[in-house]
């Protein structure tokens, strides 16, 4: 007799665990979380980088929203890959344009000219065959006046083919 209270109490304990676990699994509420000011404009892409005319690297920047979630400024960053690109830049989210004078650049306290920024909306087609937003723009810094950094590439897929 005893045995059998005890597997009655273990199976009740069971049964209201598994009870709790599967409404406190309920999300309940609103479930879409929204979008940022900038998704028409953020994201991480594939460029290529020119150093006064002449190729010289190939790698990945990110386009994202400010804390502020402003929609006329956005981050533009390097992610460190470049000669070292962190802006706050002013974005025109209807022509998809962004550029700035003597923006603040975050990694190595100098400032940049950012010049003939555009997002194109299906402006690039990706090694894989994707056709993806493009972008360019073109990056002077202060601490070597006069050489023009020019960015150009596509939007990144996450097809291996067109990663760098």
């Known amino acids: 007799m005893k045995k059998f209270k005890y597997n009655i109490v273990n199976s009740l304990v069971l049964i209201l665990f598994t009870c709790a676990l ?17 998704v028409e404009v953020a994201g991480d892409w594939v460029v290529e980088i020119e150093r006064d005319g002449s190729h010289w690297d190939h790698n ?7 804390a502020a979630n402003s929609p006329s400024v956005m981050w533009l960053d390097d992610l460190e890959h470049g000669w070292g690109l962190k802006a706050k830049v002013p974005v025109n989210l209807q022509a998809k344009t962004f550029g700035g004078n003597n ?3 975050i990694y190595y ?15 690039a087609t990706a090694p894989s065959g994707t ?12 601490d070597i006046p006069g050489q023009i ?6 939007k990144r897929t996450g097809h291996l083919e067109d990663e760098p």
């Open 22 to 38: 599967v409404v406190s699994c309920d999300e309940g509420g609103e479930l879409d979380p929204g979008e940022t000011a900038l």
């Open 60 to 66: 990945i920047i990110s386009t994202y929203n400010t």
């Open 103 to 105: 923006l603040e650049e």
């Open 109 to 123: 306290d100098v400032t940049v000219n950012i010049t003939e920024g555009v997002i194109i909306k299906n402006g």
């Open 131 to 142: 056709v993806v937003d493009s972008i360019y723009f073109k990056a002077e810094f202060s």
């Open 149 to 154: 950094w020019e960015y150009y590439g596509y």
